[in-house]
């Protein structure tokens, strides 16, 4: 397993300070360590939080640190990697003995899982350490230490702090005597060492009162073994500093993502620092929902989202949802979650587990199996500790956030990023959470503080919650993946005075903000363009001695805005006519909605029947077959009859039949089609197929929902073809009146995409793309995906003075009429010629099919109708690339 740049530097501080405390203590070792690290900080532009070194009471002379790793961090992998280099930079040992600390009984059983198989990539760099001389012990099993096991092998202890911390060490077996640890004993200074009690020697005749005891507590204070602390934020307490006096460990290294205070912190790690390693979801994609049910409905989706994503990934990836339910006396409870899932989302049960302290479905299950069909866990707190699954992608909070929950634990089962490397959808790289809390600011504000306490920074926080997208798309994906288009920021602390808050909170919308620190300061940040009247209320609450550094900062951060400026932002824009029609001397967009309300066309014009394929029975003994849309259900008839529709007074089939066709036409109904129209419509649909099918009233009534969505479909398909021959005369046929009018135009300019997100476009840089040089706004893929090559290649051309990326379903976006829907071509230009020229990509898989021709069809009529260009792309078009298909568009392609 290679480390990460910010695991080396981690243990590269760690091996430092070992080798300081060494020769000159280590407090002093320390002191150095964080005025080194302060100074490089100071030099990146990032001010340092303060430190100090606390030695331990009863240990001054015992290292004492903490390392600050947020969530995923991979905290137990530099644990393993702490104990080389304590053992050579201070121990100087050849095979240290380890005291191994955790929280809790289920990560002692998991981390013991790990460094017990020799398979496991901890294990092995143990054993790439120490040379395959490394024994591990549950701490139940210290019985089975031996004399040489400490001569030849690097031991490890795995324990919880519980079995080592109590009052009266009569109450715990690692202070018990044990005649099997007799063979270390032989020979030691024994001073400092627990003795046998009066009461001990009591209740043994083979004690001795007074007597050094055989515990493995006094064993570990003769081996002063090296002591680490996992989720060290646990154990402080003066009680666990007894523990630490009792058992004299040569060096303590803790680990934790939240320390308690900010004494003995010799490194930190933040967040973002992980996520651009690779090792963490971010940003967390959070959309609040009015209701739990919602939220649950929400999360299902988006689950579903990331799985059909998940599939084109090289690696097996399953993504969980995880469903945070309430205990017994509140709501939705597990049982609730569980029905909601099964009953109104459909989700089979073996899909499901339950994880929490009574229902342990988890036990046992390898999700990371791909024959493994767990996709959702719901459980209340279980889950805080001990579980460890990279696909587990959403987390649905289904209770408020103010309240007393674990989610700030659950949060942290889906930080982790599958198998640590960053996948290509975007998408699969954020975490997502839908929250019972009706206010996104409600919710963002609920998850800060469970976030801050996961290892994140203030700063961290405010980075990586993000809403949802602008709108769903044709996925149902609930989120956007990408970050918004940033813009400098320019930080300055000012006293944090009522007047400041108060002057700060008035100015948000002009792109200030301000973060509260415990120094008595606000950190004030403000986006992009700083104007006088910002810059002279920030300065007016500055120090007095502070104000010349503002003024210099102030003046680079104009510069560096300057530079960032866009092409829009230099005040370039793009003008698009969109397409008219003229019909009956009115013209208006060409939309399929606008002409379909100018042109007649009746529901009685096409066969009031279902044919063969759309609808048909067949009637077996007792068996009854109904083939739906291809989906094929099967039932069994029984005695049990249907009940009877509302009105039925009668059971004669005469007032049967009219009953049912009344009720089809109430479930049928559509706004466009009158009920004059529809109800003889159906009418004759029912006749149809009690006559020409001889199908049998009662049967009709057994299969009237399935009979009832049939129809809707068949509507649907009617109105879908009347669309296209609307759409065909409008703007195809001899007769067509397509036009345009500079009254009616699509502008592109700086105030359009500015809450749409975009993503980086890494080491290229476009040189004409409208929002910026190196971000634009949802291009698929990364700098090798084939609409990026477009982009380009478009932004390569001479002729071409200034590009935008076109979003798809956005209010503001050129668009051009499909039957029934709007087509948003990819991108659009302006050449330098003044005309306009507009690119659609389409995959090889998409070429050929009847949207891509449908697409191409009217992108030539606007080009036509307004005396611009149009053209549909592909990866290669008779034997030209994409470079080249652009160039032939304009003229420029050789003859």
């Not at 740049?5 to 150095?32: I, V």
């Not at 961090?73 to 380890?98: N, V, W």
């Not at 044709?474 to 108060?502: C, H, I, N």
């Not at 969109?578 to 042109?599: P, Y």
Request: net charge negative; hydrophobic share 40%.
């Amino acid at each position: 397993m290679q480390l990460k740049d910010y695991q080396k530097s981690t243990l590269a501080a760690l091996d430092t300070f070992f080798a300081r405390a060494l020769a000159e203590g280590p407090e002093t070792a320390f002191n150095k360590a964080v005025k080194d690290q302060d100074d490089l900080a100071r030099l990146e532009g990032r001010k340092p939080e303060a430190r100090a070194y606390k030695p331990l009471q009863e240990l001054p002379n015992t290292p004492y640190v903490c390392l600050r790793l947020p969530t995923g961090g991979g905290k137990t992998l530099l644990a393993a990697e702490t104990i080389r280099i304590a053992a050579r930079s201070y121990m100087r040992r050849t095979y240290p003995l380890t005291l191994w600390f955790v929280p809790s009984d289920a990560i002692k059983t998991q981390t013991l899982e790990a460094l017990k198989n020799r398979t496991h990539a901890y294990r092995r760099r143990l054993d790439e350490n120490f040379g395959g001389h490394v024994r591990v012990f549950d701490i139940s099993e210290f019985e089975m230490l031996r004399p040489q096991d400490l001569e030849r092998s690097a031991c490890v202890v795995v324990s919880t702090i519980q079995s080592f911390r109590v009052k009266d060490t009569g109450n715990r077996k690692v202070y018990d005597h044990h005649e099997e640890l007799e063979p270390h004993f032989s020979g030691i200074p024994t001073e400092g060492m627990e003795t046998v009690s009066a009461e001990e020697a009591a209740d043994n005749d083979m004690l001795r009162e007074g007597a050094v005891k055989f515990s493995f507590a006094n064993l570990l204070y003769h081996q002063r073994a090296l002591m680490i602390v996992d989720e060290a934020h646990n154990a402080v307490s003066g009680l666990t500093r007894e523990v630490q006096a009792r058992i004299r460990p040569a060096a303590i290294v803790e680990f934790t993502a939240t320390p308690r205070g900010r004494n003995n912190i010799l490194y930190s790690v933040t967040a973002s620092a992980l996520k651009n390693e690779e090792m963490i979801k971010l940003p967390i994609r959070v959309r609040p929902h009015d209701d739990w049910r919602d939220a649950v409905s929400g999360a299902v989706a988006t689950r579903h989202m990331l799985e059909e994503k998940a599939a084109k990934d090289r690696d097996h990836i399953r993504p969980v949802a995880l469903y945070q339910a309430q205990a017994k006396n509140g709501h939705p409870t597990v049982a609730e979650v569980k029905r909601y899932l099964i009953e109104e989302k459909l989700i089979p049960e073996n899909r499901i587990k339950i994880a929490t302290g009574e229902q342990r479905e988890l036990d046992g299950v390898d999700l990371r199996n791909p024959a493994e069909q767990t996709r959702h866990v719901i459980t209340v707190q279980a889950l805080k500790e001990g579980w460890d699954c990279p696909s587990a992608y959403v987390l649905c909070a289904t209770q408020r956030l103010s309240s007393r929950t674990a989610v700030e634990q659950l949060l942290g089962r889906v930080l982790r990023m599958p198998f640590a490397a960053r996948r290509k959808d975007a998408a699969l790289n954020c975490a997502y959470a839908h929250v019972s809390e009706p206010s996104f600011r409600d919710a963002a504000e609920g998850l800060r503080d469970k976030l801050i306490d996961m290892g994140f920074t203030d700063e961290e926080v405010r980075e990586s919650l993000k809403p949802r997208g602008v709108e769903q798309n044709d996925q149902g994906e609930l989120f956007d993946p990408d970050p918004v288009r940033p813009r400098p920021v320019m930080q300055f602390s000012v006293p944090d005075t009522p007047e400041a808050r108060e002057q700060l909170n008035a100015m948000q919308d002009e792109g200030v903000d301000y973060i509260p620190k415990d120094d008595g300061s606000l950190v004030v940040g403000v986006k992009g363009e700083i104007t006088d009247e910002v810059a002279s209320a920030v300065r007016h609450h500055t120090r007095e001695a502070d104000r010349s550094r503002f003024d210099a900062e102030l003046e680079q951060h104009r510069l560096k805005v300057a530079q960032s400026r866009t092409l829009a932002q230099q005040g370039k824009v793009i003008e698009v006519p969109q397409l008219l029609v003229e019909m009956e001397g009115e013209t208006f967009v060409a939309e399929t909605d606008a002409i379909m309300e100018r042109v007649d066309w009746s529901l009685a014009k096409h066969p009031a029947q279902l044919t063969e394929t759309e609808l048909s029975f067949h009637r077996n003994q007792d068996v009854i077959e109904i083939d739906l849309e291809g989906e094929k259900l099967v039932y069994s008839r029984t005695t049990e009859q249907q009940p009877p529709l509302k009105g039925l007074s009668a059971p004669s089939d005469a007032d049967i039949e009219a009953s049912l066709v009344q009720w089809l036409e109430r479930e049928c109904r559509v706004p466009d089609i009158t009920q004059a129209e529809m109800l003889p419509w159906i009418a004759g649909v029912v006749a149809d197929l009690l006559t020409r099918r001889d199908i049998n009233i009662r049967t009709l009534i057994d299969w009237q929902h399935q009979i009832a969505a049939r129809i809707r479909w068949k509507v649907g398909e009617i109105r879908q073809t009347e669309r296209k021959n609307a759409q065909q005369m409008a703007l195809f046929d001899e007769g067509a009146k397509p036009t345009w009018s500079e009254t009616r135009l699509v502008r592109f300019d700086d105030s359009i995409y500015r809450n749409v997100p975009t993503q980086s476009t890494g080491a290229f840089r476009f040189r004409k793309h409208l929002l910026g040089a190196d971000r634009a706004p949802l291009i698929d893929g990364d700098a090798n995906g084939e609409e990026f090559q477009c982009a380009w290649a478009l932004d390569s051309l001479e002729q071409v003075d200034v590009w935008v990326r076109n979003v798809a379903r956005h209010e503001d976006s050129f668009f051009l009429p499909r039957v029934g829907r709007r087509f948003f071509p990819d991108f659009v230009a302006r050449l330098n010629d003044g005309r306009l020229f507009v690119v659609e990509y389409k995959g090889e898989h998409l070429v050929g099919a009847p949207e891509a021709r449908e697409k191409d069809m009217i992108g030539r009529v606007w080009a036509k109708t307004t005396g611009n260009v149009y053209l549909t792309v592909r990866k290669v078009s008779h034997g030209v690339d994409v470079p080249g298909q652009l160039q032939n568009a304009l003229g420029l392609g050789s003859d």
